[in-house]
C-alpha cells in the first residue's frame, strides 16, 4: 500500500469538485477562481505521473497565464459590483443529455479497451526526454508553434485594437 | 493506479466541460468549458505516454497547452471586441448572422 492512489484520490475529488464548480457556480468572477483551483490540481495529476516539467508548464501557463488575461476579459466585459456577473445557465436537459451520452460512451470505450495496468520503470530524465524530442523529432511542429503565436499575437492585438 | 484510473477521470471531466459549454450562457463561460476540456485531453495524453514510456505523448500535451493559450487569448480578444460593438457577452444575444 503505498501512498499513490490516496494522491491520485484526493486530486481526483478536487478536480471533479472544482470543474463542476466552474460549470454551476452562479457568479462568474468566482468560475475563473475554480477554474484556476482545477487547472492546478491538473498539475498534480501530472506530478504523480512523473512529469514535472508539464506540471511547471502548466501552472506557469494557464494557472498563472491564462486565469490572468480571463480576469483581465471580465473584468472589461462586466460591471464587478452590482448582478451584472452573475450568469445564468440554460437548457440544462440538453446539456445533461449530451454529456452524458459523451461520458457513456467514452467510459464503454475506456473500460473495454486492452490499456496497460502497470507503468514501465523510468528511463533516466523525463525532462530531458521531453526536450530532446522537442527539438529533434518534433522541430517542426515546434517551429510552427512560434508562426501560430505570432499569428495569435497580431490576431488579438488587432481585434482589441482601440477605436480609430 | 492503471491507466484506466486516469481515464476515466479524464473523461468525467470532459464531460463536465462540455456540459459547461453547452449550458452557460456567459461567452467567457463557454470559453472556461472549453478550457476544462482541453484540460482533460492533456490528461489523457500523458497518461498514455507515462504508461506506453514515450515521451512523444509528452510533447504532444506542450504543444497542445501552448496552442489552448493561443486560443484563449483569440478568443478573449473576440470577446472584448463583441461587447464593445454590441454591449453584451450573452451567446444567446449574439444572432447577427441569423436570416
Not at chain 1, 481526483?12 to 469538485?17: D, F, N, T
Not at chain 1, 482545477?38 to 495529476?45: C, E, P, Q, V
Not at chain 1, 524530442?133 to 490576431?155: D, K, M, N, Q, S
Not at chain 2, 449550458?23 to 472549453?34: A, D
Request: proline share 3%; hydrophobic share 60%.
Amino acid at each position: 500500500m503505498s501512498l499513490e492512489p490516496i494522491v491520485f484520490w484526493a486530486l481526483a475529488v478536487l478536480l471533479v469538485g472544482s470543474a463542476l464548480a466552474v460549470v454551476l457556480t452562479k457568479n462568474l468572477f468566482h468560475s475563473v477562481l475554480y477554474l484556476a483551483l482545477a487547472l492546478t490540481g491538473t498539475a498534480g495529476i501530472f506530478l504523480t505521473l512523473d512529469a514535472e516539467f508539464l506540471a511547471a508548464v502548466q501552472l506557469l501557463l494557464y494557472a498563472g497565464g491564462v486565469i490572468t488575461i480571463v480576469v483581465f476579459a471580465i473584468v472589461v466585459t462586466e460591471r464587478l459590483v452590482g448582478d451584472r456577473i452573475t450568469q445564468t445557465s440554460r437548457h440544462l436537459f440538453n446539456g445533461l443529455l449530451i454529456a452524458g451520452a459523451v461520458l457513456v460512451a467514452v467510459l464503454t470505450f475506456v473500460l473495454r479497451a486492452p490499456l496497460p495496468a502497470a507503468r514501465p520503470p523510468l528511463e533516466g530524465d523525463v525532462t530531458r526526454a521531453i526536450g530532446l524530442a522537442l527539438l529533434t523529432r518534433f522541430v517542426l511542429p515546434f517551429e510552427l508553434l512560434a508562426v501560430l503565436f505570432l499569428v495569435a499575437l497580431l490576431g488579438a492585438t488587432y481585434f482589441a485594437r482601440p477605436d480609430d | 493506479m492503471p491507466l484506466q484510473a486516469y481515464l476515466v477521470l479524464a473523461a468525467v471531466l470532459f464531460a463536465i466541460g462540455l456540459f459547461g459549454v453547452v449550458t452557460r450562457r456567459n461567452t467567457i463561460g463557454i470559453l472556461l468549458g472549453i478550457e476544462l476540456m482541453l484540460n482533460a485531453v492533456n490528461i489523457n495524453l500523458v497518461g498514455f505516454a507515462r504508461y506506453n514510456g514515450d515521451p512523444a505523448g509528452m510533447v504532444f500535451t506542450v504543444f497542445a497547452i501552448c496552442i489552448t493559450v493561443a486560443e484563449i487569448t483569440v478568443g478573449l480578444a473576440l470577446v472584448i471586441l463583441i461587447f464593445r460593438i454590441r454591449r453584451t457577452v450573452i451567446a444567446d444575444h449574439l444572432d447577427l448572422l441569423r436570416g
